[in-house]
């Protein structure tokens, strides 16, 4: 099992930046996949962005181009850079991790940060 923790998030005016940790504990070997995802008030929680064991990183559209995923090489802390934040960036902001296969994993989940972002 993987513990995650994380930090960083708060209030910020549009246009501003924020960025988030995540520290990571446990079996830290078996993970081959770390992810933000974030959920808005009355909405489903949403992939925002991954980053695989390769390297290779996804983004969702709506923050592609404002938001940068990264990791530390032992994968001890995970980050997300946000840049140029939008009052819909709003959300609790939860980093997960995926341990098993792609086809056969457990994920787990931090606590979630609090990200608001005013007009």
């Known amino acids: 099992q993987v513990q995650l923790v994380e930090s960083g998030g708060g209030l910020v005016q549009a246009g501003g930046s924020l960025r988030l940790s995540c520290a990571i504990s446990?079996?830290?070997?078996?993970?081959?996949?770390m992810g933000w995802y974030r959920q808005a008030p009355g909405k489903q929680r949403e992939l925002v962005a991954l980053i695989r064991g390769d390297g290779s990183i996804k983004y969702i559209d709506s923050v592609r181009g404002r938001f940068t995923i990264s990791r530390d090489n032992a994968w001890t802390t995970l980050y997300l850079q946000m840049n140029s934040l939008k009052p819909d960036d709003t959300a609790v902001y939860y980093c997960?991790?995926?341990?098993?296969?792609?086809?056969?994993?457990?994920?787990?989940w931090g606590q979630g940060t609090q990200v608001t972002v005013s007009s």
């Open positions: 446990g079996s830290i070997l078996d993970i081959n996949v």
């Open positions: 997960s991790a995926d341990s098993g296969s792609d086809t056969d994993y457990v994920r787990d």
